[in-house]
């Protein structure tokens, strides 16, 4: 009697590699349309104040090349789960930071612009916190299991 199973397989290396590359390429992208040309000042809804934040949204799309350039080379769980968690620290606190200086101004009639930037945040922020408990998970299970076990087939 056969059992069919639906295990979900996972991407192959090629593939996960491939996407690697595309966010290399995508965070390089954002941090030179953000800060060479044509700037982030170019967008009416943003105030000076968004100087203030900006730091730390350099640094998360830096961490975000550097993490994916990483995982080119090695992407193991125990890897990808502490890449992971650093791209998710920095990105926490550009959030945390958007939230406290707001540096958006959508005008008198706005219509509600300002609260459903609100709610994103606050969904990213939650959203955010529960990655980086998976992630912590993944580094926990990544290191707790030798390289050298493997799972048997059922």
């Known amino acids: 009697m056969t059992r069919a199973t639906n295990r979900r397989r996972s991407p192959g290396v090629a593939s996960r590699r491939a996407g690697y590359t595309v966010a290399v390429v995508v965070n390089a992208v954002l941090l030179f349309l953000v800060n060479v040309t044509p700037g982030w000042s170019i967008l009416p809804f943003l105030t000076p104040d968004m100087a203030l934040v ?4 350099n640094a998360s799309m830096v961490a975000g090349i550097v993490v994916n350039a990483v995982y080119l080379i090695r992407d193991t ?3 990808k789960g502490f890449g992971d968690l650093i791209t998710e620290v920095i990105g926490l606190v550009a959030m945390i930071g958007l939230w406290q200086v707001f540096p958006f101004d959508f005008g008198a009639g706005s219509s509600g612009w300002a609260t459903v930037v609100r709610v994103a945040l ?3 922020i939650v959203g ?3 990655a980086m408990i998976v992630s912590v998970v993944m580094v926990i ?3 707790a299991r030798p390289a050298s076990v493997v799972t048997p087939a059922r």
């Open 77 to 79: 769980p125990r890897v």
């Open 128 to 130: 955010t916190i529960v």
């Open 122 to 124: 606050v969904i990213g």
């Open 141 to 143: 299970r990544g290191t």
């Open 54 to 57: 900006l730091p730390w949204i």
